[in-house]
Nanobody, 114 residues
Framework: QVQLVERGGGLVQPGGSLRLSCVAS???????KAWYRQAPGKQRELVAAVTWGGTTNYTDSAKGRFTISRDNAKNTVYLQLNSLKPEDTAVYYCNANLGSSEHWGQGTQVTVSS
């Protein structure tokens, strides 16, 4: 059973930064990785994704502020969050997918508030 464990969430003031990490219990080098988030009362949405080859993709809300990266040697994917806004408040989930195989982490809370 593959496990994904997110870390790095917390409370930060507007304009601040956080770095989320997601460690996989198994080597998932050929899996595509992504970060999603879900705010209270809203559907889960994609934030950023990185293919197994390193190609990145961001939603409009993340472009220019967030950076996704991966370290296959450490079985880890990161999400650097900069210039955070109150509307970024959500539970952030790590996702690994390859074809019909998909795995999710338990989520980490990010709260942006003064």
């Amino acid at each position: 059973q593959v496990q994904l464990v997110e870390r790095g969430g917390g409370l930060v003031q507007p304009g601040g930064s956080l770095r989320l990490s997601c460690v996989a219990s198994s080597r998932l080098s050929f899996y595509h990785k992504a970060w999603y988030r879900q705010a209270p009362g809203k559907q889960r949405e994609l934030v950023a994704a990185v293919t197994w080859g390193g190609t990145t993709n961001y939603t409009d809300s993340a472009k220019g502020r967030f950076t996704i990266s991966r370290d296959n040697a450490k079985n880890t994917v990161y999400l650097q969050l900069n210039s955070l806004k109150p509307e970024d408040t959500a539970v952030y989930y790590c996702n690994a997918n390859l074809g019909s195989s998909e795995h999710w982490g338990q989520g980490t809370q990010v709260t942006v508030s003064s």
